[in-house]
């Protein structure tokens, strides 16, 4: 499976936590995780064309299961 990467003319998108702007630069990638730079959240970006952002889902501890 290929990862989707764009160089975006979009250069923000829409914080899902605090509707805040989160800001790119160059290329984006799919499933690349951002953090807002006004709320803190961390961020997955779930589309390139435009950027869509949602809460990057939390890492489950492994009790060596």
Known sequence: MFAQ????SQTTAECPE???SVNFSGKTMKGEIVTCPDCG???????VN???LELAP???EDWGE
């Open 41 to 47: 959240a961390e961020l997955e970006v779930t589309a």
């Open 50 to 52: 435009p950027i869509a």
């Open 58 to 60: 939390k890492e489950e």
């Open 5 to 8: 990467t764009i160089s975006t």
């Open 18 to 20: 605090c509707a805040g």
